[in-house]
């Protein structure tokens, strides 16, 4: 072992407070942002600056938000109460917005079935939905619980559901060369 001297400084263990807020950021920081990502329907940089935000004031009590799941939820409740705030009728359209999502493997239909909704439906979609959270959980994100839950979800899902129908009308999925070979048959039989 060396010893200190004026040209080794001496090295010093990391504190356990600050291993915990560092676990606790690589834990949470990506799908944080994901989710922060569906919820502003591609605003990259707000969603960026309210996951930042969350994680931040997360670090700082994680003593309190010691239970993984737990943690997720109120990170969650955190954006979207900022989202909210920041949010007001923003216009969901412009192909960057659509590029961030796609990343998240969300595609045309994914999009404009989002884009109806507000950002408390966004949420419980993306959390019930999307990342499969328990419902208390989702009680947590969107601060209701019980029947006004269950009406959030089906409303948002309702929504959600006609949005993407009209979406597949415009957009219809290409298919495969299974599909191409029925539509080409199909074809043939009507001419």
Known sequence: MQADSPDHPPTRAPAP????????????????HGFALLVTLGDQALAARLASEAIA???ARTDELSHPERAAAWLRRHVVRAAGR???D?????????????????DAVAFASLAVLDVRERAVVAAFTVERLDR???????GMDGARLERLLRHAHAKAIR?????????????GPITKRIRDIAQRTMT
């Open 163 to 175: 949005s993407a129908g009209r979406a597949l009308d415009l957009h219809p999925p290409e298919g």
């Open 17 to 32: 407070a600050e291993l915990r807020r560092a676990a606790f950021r690589d834990l949470h920081g990506s799908r944080l």
């Open 90 to 106: 923003t216009p969901a359209t412009g192909g960057r917005r659509r590029a961030a999502l796609e990343e998240l493997e969300a």
């Open 86 to 88: 920041r949010l007001r």
């Open 57 to 59: 004031e997360g670090t």
């Open 136 to 142: 208390r959980d989702v009680a947590t994100i969107v």
